[in-house]
């Protein structure tokens, strides 16, 4: 099978987050893409895509588009790095590239969250995702999780693609029922 270069993949996310209206038909049309991105010689990713930092999970990024429509990243995840419990406010495809993942999701007990305080979540079930497995979320209601890596497990790197340019997302605070919207910084290749 020809290698799926990265330009041709970022250029049929492209054009298929343009034309789909709901964001749902968008993951489905774009996991069998991320799939080909992970089968192939990989060689897209870049030494410098590959940066840990000691401190928390390190965010490389490979493409953002110039209308702040698309971007993708390369995280690198070391034993017992997790993101804080987070929104996306858009649709999102994960890829794992090595290690295995976990996410654990959040639930909106309330339904949909209208204000950034009296937001009652609840813990939801948890997936660990192995290399080359896929995942996905939508938003509206937003997907709510925290991501990482245990301290027991191997060092982690996945591949993440939104539906716009992923520097910020709402953090929440589950014990005092909170939110707020905080930058994602990321490390520039
Ligand atoms: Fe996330």
């Known amino acids: 099978m020809k290698n799926y ?9 492209r054009r298929i987050s343009a034309h789909c209206a709901e964001p749902a038909d968008c993951v489905l049309a774009i996991l069998p893409l991320m799939e080909r991105l992970l089968l192939g010689d990989r060689s ?15 965010r490389n990024a ?6 702040g429509n698309l971007s993708l990243f390369v995280l690198v995840w070391l034993p017992g790095q997790w993101t804080p419990v987070h929104d996306h406010g858009s649709w999102g495809v994960v890829g794992v590239l090595q290690g295995m993942l976990e996410e654990r999701s959040f639930m909106a007990v309330d339904g949909a969250i209208l204000a950034d305080d009296g937001i009652r979540l609840r813990r939801g079930g948890v997936f660990v995702l192995p290399e080359k497995s896929l995942s996905s979320f939508v938003p509206n209601p937003d997907h709510i999780h925290m991501t990482g890596v245990p301290d027991t497990r191997p060092r982690a790197v996945t591949l993440h693609l939104y539906g716009r340019n992923m520097d910020s997302f709402h953090v929440y605070d589950v014990e005092r029922g909170t939110r707020c919207l905080m930058d994602v910084p990321h490390h520039v290749a």
Request: include cysteine; glycine fraction near 0%; proline fraction near 7%.
């Open 62 to 67: 490979i493409y953002i588009s110039p209308d």
């Open 5 to 13: 270069a990265l330009d041709e993949f970022i250029a049929d996310c």
């Open 44 to 58: 897209f990713i870049r030494p410098e895509h590959l940066v840990s930092n000691s401190d928390h999970y390190s």
